[in-house]
């Protein structure tokens, strides 16, 4: 059992990441690198390995990337399948054992970190903690598929050009952990409405998602999914409860309130960060959504 480019600040490093902040319960957690590793199993080491003592649990989340062969692992009391190309989630204080439990190789590179406020460490699910940072309920997969190869390209990233922990390996590390992060996003849309919202729809949705901070027209999502202005704005309000662009605005809100509760960005820096074409329009269109402008929500939230 080998290792690459293992990684173990000791105590875990924070990453300056403001958008991965949250708040909770009036305290701000951000999060800490704890470990980035890269382990490759033979059929032969499997054979040896007492599988037994490797189990275990603490308040720390997992990314595993599988690189290469096809296996299963022990998540609580369920065997969970995962294979070259996919993202196995484990949440803070389950129980887990990744030793792979079939004999055949494979590798995998996980990504190790804690959401800590001080030293007092967050142990909210994967569900809860997108949550909070996307605006929306999310119901994340435990296994997410990587089908073009972009969580990839992360862990790619991780691996062959983090080498140490000095302030610019700290900021790839955060740069990579927001882009996995927002790839589960935009693959967590609420499980139980996929069966009801047809594909082109879920595209929109995702579309919308994904792209709150560029410009965006209904041309635009016409074209993602593929039908006419009215079909488009009739089927998205019978499936979404409201418009394209209400669903937008709302996205674009809702990213803002991020950055105004954990950021000293200027609100015009702000408004062109979530979207808005102008400093004025964001306040206006903040205002009536919450019934305060953003320095006002900014300035009622102080911690």
């Not at 032969?44 to 299963?72: A, F, M, P, Q």
Request: hydrophobic share 35%; net charge positive.
């Amino acid at each position: 059992m080998n290792t690459l480019n293992y990684i173990e600040p000791s105590p875990p490093a924070a990453l300056d990441v403001p958008w991965l902040r949250v708040s909770v319960e009036g305290e701000v957690y951000t999060p800490h690198l704890f470990r980035i590793r890269r382990r490759w199993f033979s059929t032969e080491e499997l054979r040896k390995l007492d599988r037994k003592h490797h189990g275990h649990s603490h308040c720390v989340y997992h990314l595993i990337y599988y690189l290469e062969g096809t296996n299963s692992v022990l998540i609580e009391d369920r065997v969970v399948e995962v294979a070259a190309g996919q993202m196995l989630l484990i949440e803070p204080n389950v129980f887990h054992n990744v030793i792979p439990r079939e004999q055949r190789d494979c590798s995998f590179l996980t990504l190790m970190f804690t959401y800590q406020c001080g030293e007092k460490l967050l142990p909210l699910s994967f569900a809860r903690l997108l949550e909070r940072l996307a605006g929306h309920p999310l119901q994340p997969r435990r296994v997410v598929d990587d089908p073009k190869g972009v969580l990839r390209s992360y862990f790619n990233l991780l691996e062959k050009e983090v080498t140490g922990t000095d302030p610019e390996d700290l900021k790839r590390v955060g740069y990579c952990l927001a882009g996995l992060l927002n790839e589960v996003v935009g693959d967590s849309l609420p499980r139980d409405h996929l069966k009801s919202i047809p594909d082109d729809i879920l595209a929109v949705q995702k579309y919308l998602f994904t792209n709150f901070d560029k410009p965006i027209t209904i041309e635009t999502l016409k074209d993602v999914a593929r039908l006419s202005r009215s079909q488009l704005i009739g089927k998205f309000k019978q499936h979404c409860g409201m418009s394209p662009i209400d669903y937008l605005i709302h996205a674009r809100v809702e990213k803002s309130k991020t950055y105004l509760l954990h950021s000293t960005k200027r609100i015009k820096e702000i408004a062109g960060l979530c979207g808005f074409q102008s400093e004025y329009y964001f306040c206006k269109t903040f205002k009536k959504r919450t019934g305060m402008t953003p320095g006002e929500f900014r300035d009622s939230n102080p911690d």
